[in-house]
């Protein structure tokens, strides 16, 4: 399983400006990983790239995985089971769904994903030791990626984009869900950068959430010290919670497109990139060399109504 040429690595970036920055010195690059490729783009394919080589490397044949009914991991992943020859299987949050409820699960089952619906409660399950045994047991050929690519390998993954990233830099702003991305993030930066987290979720327990994910994945506890002191979280630009935004944020977004020609989706990387020009704009913070990373997530985001 190569990291085929259709993925564009590493991928692109670009300088974005305002007057008022320019004035006080402050760069943006933006990390461009939306463009790796029209479907796994952004960290989706930072996620899955390690863990499709061990699907490889154990001679499974399949992967299965988790996922809501607008995942763009679901979509990812079908995409990429498809187009290597994999099959794909996929637990989804909701046991009244199914493959024709919209068009991310219709487009995952062109590309032969299959499903099991369940219910809220037995989805809550999807980390527990006992259920995934079963589900091994089960689909014994299977490579288990846990929802979102939330796991070690995908961590090992996103440690890849600062290794991308030519230049001095201060800070990574980056839309955080399950905070695998930011925390492969902090992990190959140096201590005098920091990342600047943007949870999109309402009420999220950053702190609690990477020492959980990092203790899963077999990381020490200096690695979660690491990781927790070069953390910036800006908690209080979610919009309203996970899916929800405000007329606010898709005005900016709208002008994002129409005067900057950059497509960011609501979900995600639309409220990272609202977080760091308002942030900036209402400080007097002066001389940073500032990177943003587009996470992707436009073909989900544009189903966001
Ligand atoms: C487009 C997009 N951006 C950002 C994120 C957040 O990344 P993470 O879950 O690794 O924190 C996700 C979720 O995986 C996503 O789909």
């Known amino acids: 399983m190569q990291a085929s040429e259709s993925y564009k690595v590493p991928s692109p970036v670009q300088a974005f400006q305002l007057e008022w920055?320019?004035?006080r010195n402050l760069s943006i690059t933006i990390k461009r990983d939306d463009l790796i490729h029209n479907v796994v783009s952004g960290n989706k394919w930072?996620?899955?790239?390690?863990?499709?080589?061990?699907?490889?490397?154990?001679?499974?044949?399949?992967?299965?995985?988790?996922?809501?009914?607008?995942?763009n991991h679901l979509l990812a992943t079908a995409h990429v089971c498809h187009s290597h020859g994999l099959q794909?299987?996929?637990?989804?949050?909701?046991?009244?769904?199914?493959?024709?409820?919209?068009?991310?699960?219709?487009?995952?089952a062109e590309w032969g994903m299959k499903f099991r619906f369940v219910s809220r409660e037995e989805y809550h399950l999807k980390d527990d030791f006992?259920?995934?045994?079963?589900?091994?047991?089960?689909?014994?050929?299977?490579?288990?990626?846990?929802?979102?690519?939330?796991?070690?390998?995908?961590?090992?993954?996103?440690q890849e984009i600062v290794?991308?990233?030519?230049?001095?830099?201060?800070?990574?702003?980056?839309?955080?869900?399950?905070c695998t991305t930011s925390i492969g993030l902090a992990l190959?930066?140096?201590?005098?950068?920091?990342?600047?987290?943007?949870?999109?979720?309402?009420?999220?327990?950053?702190?609690?959430?990477?020492?959980?994910?990092?203790?899963?994945?077999?990381?020490?506890?200096?690695?979660?010290?690491q990781v927790l002191s070069r953390m910036n979280v800006h908690s209080?630009?979610?919009?309203?919670?996970?899916?929800?935004?405000?007329?606010?944020?898709?005005?900016?977004?709208?002008?994002?497109?129409?005067?900057?020609?950059?497509?960011?989706?609501?979900i995600y990387a639309g409220k990272a990139f609202f977080a760091l020009l308002n942030y900036y704009k209402n400080s007097n913070i002066?001389?940073?060399?500032?990177?943003?990373?587009?996470t992707g997530g436009l073909i989900a985001g544009s189903y966001l109504k």
């Open 21 to 23: 920055m320019k004035e």
């Open 46 to 71: 930072r996620k899955l790239k390690f863990n499709l080589l061990q699907v490889k490397h154990l001679g499974k044949t399949g992967v299965l995985t988790f996922g809501g009914a607008y995942s």
């Open 88 to 108: 794909s299987m996929a637990i989804v949050r909701g046991d009244e769904l199914n493959e024709k409820s919209n068009d991310i699960l219709r487009q995952c």
């Open 130 to 158: 006992e259920y995934k045994n079963e589900l091994k047991d089960e689909f014994r050929s299977h490579y288990i990626i846990p929802e979102g690519g939330k796991s070690y390998l995908g961590i090992i993954g996103c």
């Open 163 to 178: 290794s991308e990233l030519e230049g001095d830099f201060d800070e990574i702003w980056v839309a955080q869900g399950t």
């Open 188 to 225: 190959s930066c140096n201590e005098n950068q920091t990342i600047q987290a943007v949870p999109v979720l309402k009420r999220f327990d950053v702190s609690k959430e990477i020492n959980d994910i990092m203790k899963f994945a077999g990381f020490d506890s200096e690695s979660v010290d």
């Open 236 to 266: 209080d630009y979610h919009f309203g919670g996970y899916g929800k935004k405000t007329e606010e944020l898709s005005n900016f977004i709208l002008k994002m497109k129409e005067e900057h020609h950059l497509d960011l989706d609501p």
């Open 286 to 294: 002066e001389n940073r060399k500032i990177v943003f990373l587009h």
